[in-house]
């Protein structure tokens, strides 16, 4: 920001710079991500390490929560949760526990039988928290405690077959 000023020095207003950083900032969250990707799977000792770790990478920097479902073939559900917010952390772990997702309606099919690819859900209603909480008051007030706005919902594929979903929550 800077005066301008006309001729005989009499102020006119001011005049500003202004530099967009938008892409600046993506590609410096990209390379944040990516970095603390591979530093991740260099350090994976175990499955369920490596499980937690990798929602805990993109939280505050990309969503507010993440949650993880994977089921390999012949195992049962794993699930990692992170969260801004650790209480709601230890909640939301205990609702999964409560009331699992059901993956194969969260994962269907196409008219091809392959899964469904990657949806960003823009705004996340009431109405679909309700659809979730299936009547259970208790976990209608976790959905609302909870507050997402807008999700996005990656399902993980292995040989072309469904094996899990990261949902990435923004509140």
């Known amino acids: 920001v800077y005066p301008v000023t006309g001729e ?15 892409e600046r900032k993506r590609a410096e969250m990209a ?8 530093e991740l799977l260099a350090n994976a000792t175990d499955v369920e390490r490596a499980l937690e770790d990798a ?6 920097l990309f969503a507010d929560s993440c949650h993880l479902y994977y089921r390999p073939e ?3 559900e794993r699930v990692a949760i992170a969260h801004v917010d650790p209480d ?15 993956l194969d309606a969260a994962l269907p099919a ?10 960003l859900i823009e705004v996340v209603t009431p109405e679909m928290g309700a659809i979730l909480a299936q009547a259970d008051p208790e976990h209608q007030a976790l959905i609302e405690a909870h507050g ?11 040989r072309g077959a469904p094996i899990g979903l990261v949902v990435f929550n923004y509140t």
């Open 8 to 22: 005989s020095g009499q102020p006119l207003g001011v005049g500003t710079v202004i530099v967009d950083i938008t």
């Open 31 to 38: 390379t944040s991500l990516i970095g603390r990707s591979f």
């Open 55 to 60: 929602v805990e990478v993109v939280i505050p």
């Open 74 to 76: 012949g195992h049962a």
């Open 88 to 102: 709601l952390r230890a909640r939301l772990y205990d609702a999964n526990e409560r009331w699992p997702l059901d």
């Open 110 to 119: 196409g008219s091809d039988g392959q899964p469904y690819g990657t949806r």
């Open 148 to 158: 997402v706005t807008s999700a996005i919902l990656v399902p993980l594929q292995a």
